[in-house]
Nanobody, 123 residues
Framework: VQLQASGGGLVQPGGSLRLSCAAS????????IGWFRQAPGKEREWVSC????????YYADSVKGRFTISRDNAKNTVYLQMNSLKPEDTAVYYC?????????????????WGQGTQVTVSS
């Protein structure tokens, strides 16, 4: 069971990036997927989650209206579209899956983690 996050990079404030979380060894259809981020010297922070049961989406207040999470079960991939990026969005972004279809905001609820992808927002 593996998750691989990709799509990070360097972008100017106000720019956009799309992160991908690809699964291998299991089918994402039955799992919720969450995105977390961790900035240097800070704790890991929950960003967003999409359930598998009904496709419900959830966002942290800090990214609501700017980030959009979606899933393509045919490609076994979840995406995080990030628009209007700010310097405070700079962090390593991780995707993770709990052992079930429901979303959670606490990292300890997640059993499977990707390796992380760096997002840097700077001029």
């Amino acid at each position: 069971v593996q998750l691989q996050a990709s799509g990070g990079g360097l972008v100017q404030p106000g720019g956009s990036l799309r992160l991908s979380c690809a699964a291998s060894g299991f089918t994402l259809d039955y799992y919720a997927i969450g995105w977390f981020r961790q900035a240097p010297g800070k704790e890991r922070e929950w960003v967003s989650c999409i359930s598998s049961s009904d496709g419900s989406t959830y966002y942290a207040d800090s990214v609501k209206g700017r980030f959009t999470i979606s899933r393509d079960n045919a490609k076994n991939t979840v995406y995080l579209q990030m628009n209007s990026l700010k310097p405070e969005d700079t962090a390593v972004y991780y995707c993770a899956a709990p052992d079930g279809s429901s979303c959670h905001r606490d990292a300890y609820e997640y059993d499977y983690w990707g390796q992380g992808t760096q997002v840097t927002v700077s001029s």
